[in-house]
């Protein structure tokens, strides 16, 4: 409809003009659709290149952590820091549940002088799970504030002197472990540091992260499990879990990169 004539030409109603302006109800909501539909394609996606940056600086962590290793083995006449004393220098009860979201527990260990300056202490897949479940984990004390410190462990069996003081489960080589590095075979295949699961898997493990000691098995008893968080499936926390370090964990090993 026209209401006007300007220099001799019609001119449009300028109500009849805003209303084709405006957007339908329908159109709308087919935007507002292939947004949604947008998102839900996008939104995974962005989750995995988080995940997959975090599994980055988590590997870029524990080299540093092995290459801190190497320098404490070059200085000791290539023997290997007590594996029960690395982190902490522990005096008292090996096990102690909350340790590692514990702040006011203080690192004084063996090898903290060869790490102690560095920022490479937190797997940041770990920290964001820690804060979501870390609270569930066994012997939790509601006192101690869930503040995560260090997610990482060494290997028991490098270095360790055995439960000797702590109740005889052992002590030296007896178990399997080895005090220098040129006791070593297949260096590279053998995990130096790595990371343990903040709770216990069934038939896996019996004991979670709780004293930075990543101790897998005595005998036929299931310690310690290698942490399955990375990689994983469905959701499933636990579908991570690979028998081989070179297919999924990550890990230093006794050569890590320069």
């Not at 084709?20 to 996606?45: D, N, Q, S, Y």
């Not at 962005?46 to 995940?51: I, N």
């Not at 007590?82 to 102690?96: F, K, N, P, S, T």
């Not at 000691?213 to 008893?221: A, K, S, V």
């Amino acid at each position: 409809m026209f209401s006007s004539r300007v220099n001799g030409a019609c001119r449009p109603n300028e109500d009849d003009t805003m209303d084709r302006k405006a957007f339908t109800l329908i159109e709308l909501l087919v935007v507002i659709a292939i947004i949604a539909l947008l998102m839900g394609i996008l939104l995974p996606a962005l989750q995995q290149v988080k995940k997959q940056t975090r599994f980055i600086v988590c590997r870029a962590n524990l080299n540093q952590y092995g290459i801190a290793g190497r320098r404490y083995l070059s200085d000791n006449d290539e023997c290997f820091p007590d594996a029960q004393r690395w982190l902490y220098d522990i005096r008292g009860d090996i096990i102690v549940p909350c340790r590692w979201h514990d702040a006011t527990a203080e690192a004084d260990g063996l090898l903290w002088s060869y790490l102690a300056d560095m920022d490479v202490h937190m797997c940041p897949e770990f920290y964001v799970l820690a804060l979501s479940v870390g609270a569930d984990h066994p012997g939790h004390d509601p006192k101690i504030p869930l503040d995560p410190q260090f997610s990482y462990s060494m290997n028991a069996f490098l270095g360790f002197r055995g439960f000797g003081d702590f109740g005889g489960f052992g002590n030296g080589n007896e178990n399997g472990y080895v005090r220098k590095s040129t006791e070593v075979r297949n260096s590279s295949n053998v995990i130096f540091f790595s990371e343990e699961n903040c709770w216990t898997i069934p038939g896996i493990s019996t004991l979670p992260l709780n004293n930075n000691i990543l101790y897998t098995r005595d005998g036929d008893n299931p310690w310690n499990s290698i942490a399955t968080y990375h990689k994983t499936k469905g959701g499933d926390l636990n579908s991570g879990v690979q028998r081989s370090p070179q297919k999924g964990h990550v890990w230093a090993n006794l050569n890590p990169s320069p």
